[in-house]
């Protein structure tokens, strides 16, 4: 399990004796579940794809779907910082701390054959972060970085909020979970956390900053955004 928060201090790299670097490409699978999967079906299913791609040859894979209402806690999730307990609570072997997901909220679960892209983890993250930079701003929203902050922010009205999230694990090379992009999910159930530990901003969305795009126009933009950017990491 890999600490989103030790990412940016040092390079870390996956051990090339996992299997050959040299993995023939192939094209990434796309996979959109139109109704709300749930989130222990969801880890099974990713794990026993990692396994597929590991072991059998399968093609890597980017699942875009929503869950129903839940939190989760990564592996640095402090118990003080589950305000509430008003949803299901899921642990979770991720990166980083509590997280809400929620209908209006679109997840991306990326399986990526890691080591067969050089190993960088934190080139890894960089490039989810790029993802999801690029995506929002084909609707014209500025999403940035922070130093020592996990995740996408934007900065309006005098105060920075987080509107993407990332955390992500690796097994046997291979990339699972991902990101989150708030579309239009029910802020106020942030209210039940200290979303990843930060108690000093808040949470928004596109349609909260007036974007009142669709999630079918969001799926098209993060497609055609991934592309181009893990194409040129699998070279």
Not at 75 to 104: K, M
Not at 122 to 128: G, H, K, S
Not at 202 to 211: D, E, F, K, N, R
Request: hydrophobic letters at 45%.
């Amino acid at each position: 399990m890999i600490d989103l928060a030790a990412v940016g201090a040092a390079e870390y790299q996956i051990p090339m004796s996992i299997a050959s670097a040299t993995r023939p490409a192939a094209a990434i699978e796309w996979r959109l579940d139109p109704a709300p999967v749930g989130y222990e079906a969801a880890v099974a299913a990713m794990e026993a794809r990692l396994h597929a791609i590991r072991h059998a040859g399968a093609p890597e894979l980017v699942w875009l779907l929503e869950h129903p209402p839940l939190f989760t806690a990564g592996t640095s999730a402090q118990e003080s910082d589950l305000v509430a307990a008003i949803l299901p609570v899921h642990r979770t072997g991720r990166g980083g701390q509590w997280t809400y997901h929620g209908p209006g909220q679109r997840v991306g679960y990326v399986m990526l054959d890691l080591t067969a892209r050089g190993g960088d983890l934190r080139a890894y993250v960089r490039n989810l972060e790029e993802w999801l930079i690029r995506t929002l701003a084909d609707f014209g929203v500025r999403g940035e970085r922070r130093a020592g902050r996990i995740g996408i922010w934007v900065a309006a009205g005098g105060r920075e909020d987080k509107i993407a999230a990332i955390g992500v694990r690796i097994r046997q090379g291979v990339t699972y979970h991902g990101v989150s992009l708030n579309l239009n999910p029910d802020l106020t159930h942030y209210r039940g956390i200290v979303p990843c530990g930060i108690s000093e901003h808040g949470v928004t969305s596109l349609h909260a900053l007036g974007i009142a795009t669709s999630m079918a126009e969001l799926d098209g933009a993060l497609r055609a955004n991934f592309e181009p950017i893990f194409a040129a990491s699998a070279r």
